[in-house]
């Protein structure tokens, strides 16, 4: 389908077009011309979310509020005005008035209004006056209740009715809330705006100071639980260390640590001297025969047992030296006795200058030397071991009471930890409940002039309006119309050639002895020239063939009107032509032309007189009608021996055949056409019956000459 057509669609109905929007004007005038005026009023609420002014406490005022964050909050503050309860604030509101003010109601009272007797008016204002103060919706589940909420209804002041003419908006991205509400009186719309913003501000408020003051409440309370908490886990860390005596686990542990590494370094220091003092006393003795330490062992018995004394006062200030932690106290006695031990071995020395061994005596000097450091290494290796033994003992007590102190230690970091955030979030809730962003209403709603009048834009509109529906019928009925309108439109659902196109004749059903006559010549006109192009494409299909069978799928397609005019166009390039009325069950050439010669009488199988009886150029056979065949008069020998005599009498045979529809009767006439021509009517679809007719066209291949588009409407400039 082609724009172009639905265009020419358009024009065709350009009446209705007009018309239609017309008459719609016309009713929207009267419909339209007694609506009252209306009145918006308007109003800005001032929310301080975006206003960085209003932030300077926060401890975030300096940066940058997220988008998101931003919307959602207006979306939220938007989201409570639009509420039931605030609508329902503004509907007590208003009936408290009208039933206060009967004199100046905002609105027409009602019906319902109108027939309140005067207790019942006192009634009704006392109870939205109840639910006005606090805040509470009518209960549909009472009936006195629910026949108040009848009453705002009919007054159109119920929050369906409020909420179709209020608007409740954020303007562009500023920190505005507008509020505008449009009615047909000015004291209505400023009133429900006004009334609007001042319970909605004052809901807002009390919510947030209610939710602010649960929050410092709850915040103090777990607030004083929290040093209680941390109080008692002092408590109990002070107990601990109290009753074991500890007091700085780290030092002390530092410190004994300190001396067990000294105490191990110098028990190595003495278990390398006793090895080798062991040595250096085992390579002298090595050096006395048996009978040498015999007589140096008797001789020196008492001095030994003098020196042996000596040694253990030695032990016994060495080990407390040593488990003094080496304290220098007693350091001068621990020399002054060393003294003496060197002194007394000294004597032992010099009593041995009588021994026939005398010169012996400097090694039983040393010997006796190495035995006393020897025995001092080895005392004080024992005393470092009591002390080592000792000192890991105390180290070890303090593992256990380190442990616990620790735990304690973590426990109260944790429990600080959380009452130093809960002490910072207490104060940052307790200073934002003080200055908490308020909402302010900066523009209060004033009666304004009525609105420029839409009565001219709805009239507009409808016809607007009504111009679309009309149009998009139009589409519609041009979108849903498969019918055949061009020649293009045949081929391509036929895919079948196409010889031409003509118009459809104007006025009434034609009359075909007066088709050609002068009085039809300028209506005529234009079909003769489609017509000429017709018989040209036909001659070349025919290439010096003369018999055409004219045919079309279904009757009242205009074939027999073709085939009477591509017989008188022949005739009027001088071609004798022989039109024949192959239509047995509808004989419109015979009825209206009345031959003289019939097809019954000249195909019978009996002798016939050939000579010509008209000396007109275009000769009519017709046929008596019936339900007969043309095999059925003549055989198709004797039938195609007679039209060899007719090829040889005339130059063009048009044979006019029954429609495909009529199955045999129409194929019988094809069997000895040398070409077939289809008639299709314009502005009619191929029917799913007619497919089989358009496949017995294609299986005549090349006999089939092509179509003729009969009836077309659409224009010569517009052809495909």
């Known amino acids: 389908?082609?724009?172009?057509?639905?265009?020419?669609?358009?024009?065709?109905?350009?009446?209705?077009?007009?018309?239609?929007?017309?008459?719609?004007?016309?009713?929207?005038?009267?419909?339209?011309?007694?609506?009252?005026?209306?009145?918006?009023?308007?109003?800005?609420?001032?929310?301080?979310?975006?206003?960085?002014?209003?932030?300077?406490?926060?401890?975030?005022?300096?940066?940058?509020?997220?988008?998101?964050?931003?919307?959602?909050?207006?979306?939220?503050?938007?989201?409570?005005?639009?509420?039931?309860?605030?609508?329902?604030?503004?509907?007590?509101?208003?009936?408290?008035?009208?039933?206060?003010?009967?004199?100046?109601?905002?609105?027409?009272?009602?019906?319902?209004l109108a027939e309140m007797h005067e207790y019942e008016r006192?009634?009704?204002?006392?109870?939205?006056?109840?639910?006005?103060?606090?805040?509470?919706?009518?209960?549909?589940?009472?009936?006195?209740?629910?026949?108040?909420?009848?009453?705002?209804?009919s007054m159109k002041y119920d929050d369906v009715s409020l909420r179709k003419e209020l608007l409740v908006f954020r303007d562009d991205e500023s920190d505005f809330i507008s509020v505008s509400f449009e009615s047909d009186?000015?004291?209505?719309?400023?009133?429900?705006?006004?009334?609007?913003?001042?319970?909605?501000?004052?809901?807002?408020?009390?919510?947030?100071?209610?939710?602010?003051?649960?929050?410092?409440?709850?915040?103090?309370?777990?607030?004083?639980?929290?040093?209680?908490?941390?109080?008692?886990?002092?408590?109990?860390?002070?107990?601990?260390?109290?009753?074991?005596?500890?007091?700085?686990?780290?030092?002390?542990?530092?410190?004994?640590?300190?001396?067990?590494?000294?105490?191990?370094?110098?028990?190595?220091?003495?278990?390398?001297d006793i090895a080798s003092y062991n040595g250096a006393v085992n390579s002298i003795n090595n050096k006395f025969s048996p009978t040498d330490r015999e007589y140096l062992e008797s001789a020196m018995s008492k001095y030994n047992?003098?020196?042996?004394?000596?040694?253990?006062?030695?032990?016994?200030?060495?080990?407390?030296?040593?488990?003094?932690?080496?304290?220098?106290?007693?350091?001068?006695?621990?020399?002054s006795i060393q003294k003496a031990l060197s002194e007394q071995i000294n004597?032992?020395?010099?009593?041995?200058?009588?021994?026939?061994?005398?010169?012996?005596?400097?090694?039983?000097?040393?010997?006796?030397?190495?035995?006393?450091?020897?025995?001092?290494?080895?005392?004080?290796?024992?005393?470092?071991?009591?002390?080592?033994?000792?000192?890991?003992?105390?180290?070890?007590?303090?593992?256990?009471?380190?442990?616990?102190?620790?735990?304690?230690?973590?426990?109260?970091?944790?429990?600080?930890?959380?009452?130093?955030?809960?002490?910072?979030?207490?104060?940052?809730?307790?200073?934002?409940?003080?200055?908490?962003?308020?909402?302010?209403?900066?523009?209060?709603?004033?009666?304004?002039?009525?609105?420029?009048?839409?009565?001219?834009?709805?009239?507009?509109?409808?016809?607007?309006v009504m111009l679309f529906v009309c149009v998009f019928a139009l589409f519609l009925m041009f979108y849903l119309d498969n019918s055949i309108k061009e020649p293009a439109e045949l081929v391509n659902k036929t895919q079948l050639p196409l010889l031409g196109y003509v118009n459809k004749i104007p006025g009434s059903q034609p009359d075909l002895k007066?088709?050609?006559?002068?009085?039809?010549?300028?209506?005529?006109?234009?079909?003769?020239?489609?017509?000429?192009?017709?018989?040209?494409?036909?001659?070349?299909?025919?290439?010096?063939?003369?018999?055409i069978a004219v045919t079309s799928m279904s009757g009242g397609e205009g074939k027999s009107i073709i085939a009477t005019s591509l017989a008188y166009s022949y005739s009027m390039i001088n071609k004798k032509v022989l039109l024949i009325d192959g239509n047995f069950n509808n004989p419109t050439i015979t009825h209206s032309v009345q031959p003289q010669l019939y097809v019954e009488d000249y195909f019978k199988n009996n002798p016939y007189d050939n000579q010509e009886i008209s000396s007109s150029t275009a000769t009519v056979l017709g046929n008596h009608g019936g339900d007969v065949t043309l095999l059925e008069i003549g055989s198709e020998g004797f039938v195609k021996s007679r039209f060899d005599d007719l090829k040889a009498r005339y130059d063009v045979i048009i044979i006019d055949t029954a429609p495909l529809s009529s199955l045999n009767t129409s194929k019988e006439w094809l069997l000895f056409a040398n070409k077939t021509i289809g008639v299709f009517e314009a502005n009619k679809d191929v029917t799913n019956a007619q497919k089989t007719h358009v496949a017995f066209l294609k299986s005549l291949g090349s006999k089939f000459g092509g179509w003729v588009l009969n009836k077309a409407t659409f224009d010569k400039g517009n052809r495909s």
Not at 35 to 55: M, W
Not at 70 to 89: P, Y
Not at 514 to 541: A, G, P
């Open 1 to 112: 389908m082609e724009i172009g057509n639905f265009f020419k669609l358009l024009r065709k109905y350009i009446l209705i077009l007009i018309l239609v929007p017309l008459v719609t004007v016309v009713g929207s005038f009267f419909l339209v011309k007694n609506l009252p005026d209306t009145y918006v009023s308007h109003a800005q609420i001032a929310t301080g979310i975006i206003d960085a002014s209003r932030h300077l406490l926060d401890k975030d005022a300096s940066a940058n509020v997220q988008e998101q964050q931003v919307l959602s909050e207006f979306s939220n503050l938007m989201a409570i005005m639009r509420l039931k309860k605030m609508i329902n604030q503004v509907s007590y509101s208003l009936i408290i008035h009208d039933l206060s003010n009967p004199g100046s109601p905002f609105s027409k009272p009602s019906k319902s």
């Open 122 to 153: 006192e009634h009704a204002l006392k109870v939205f006056q109840y639910k006005f103060e606090h805040l509470e919706p009518l209960s549909l589940y009472n009936s006195d209740e629910s026949k108040l909420n009848d009453l705002l209804r």
């Open 185 to 272: 009186n000015p004291q209505l719309s400023a009133t429900v705006v006004n009334v609007l913003c001042t319970q909605f501000i004052q809901y807002y408020t009390q919510t947030v100071k209610k939710n602010e003051s649960n929050a410092v409440a709850f915040l103090s309370d777990l607030l004083d639980k929290k040093r209680d908490t941390l109080t008692a886990k002092t408590a109990q860390l002070q107990k601990y260390k109290i009753d074991n005596g500890v007091l700085n686990l780290d030092e002390q542990s530092k410190a004994i640590f300190a001396q067990i590494m000294t105490y191990n370094d110098k028990k190595q220091e003495a278990e390398k």
């Open 305 to 335: 047992q003098v020196i042996v004394s000596t040694q253990e006062q030695l032990h016994i200030i060495q080990n407390k030296y040593i488990r003094s932690n080496y304290n220098p106290v007693y350091k001068p006695t621990l020399d």
């Open 347 to 464: 004597l032992s020395s010099d009593v041995n200058g009588s021994s026939p061994y005398a010169a012996k005596d400097e090694l039983i000097k040393q010997k006796i030397a190495l035995e006393v450091s020897r025995d001092l290494a080895k005392n004080s290796v024992k005393s470092i071991n009591d002390e080592l033994a000792d000192l890991n003992t105390k180290f070890n007590r303090l593992v256990p009471f380190d442990a616990k102190v620790k735990t304690y230690g973590f426990d109260i970091d944790i429990a600080s930890k959380e009452y130093l955030d809960v002490l910072n979030k207490y104060n940052e809730t307790n200073l934002k409940s003080n200055f908490s962003i308020k909402l302010i209403q900066v523009e209060i709603a004033t009666p304004e002039a009525p609105q420029p009048s839409k009565k001219m834009l709805l009239i507009v509109l409808s016809a607007l």
């Open 514 to 547: 007066k088709l050609w006559d002068v009085e039809n010549r300028d209506k005529m006109k234009h079909f003769k020239e489609l017509l000429r192009s017709v018989r040209f494409e036909i001659d070349q299909e025919l290439r010096g063939e003369k018999v």
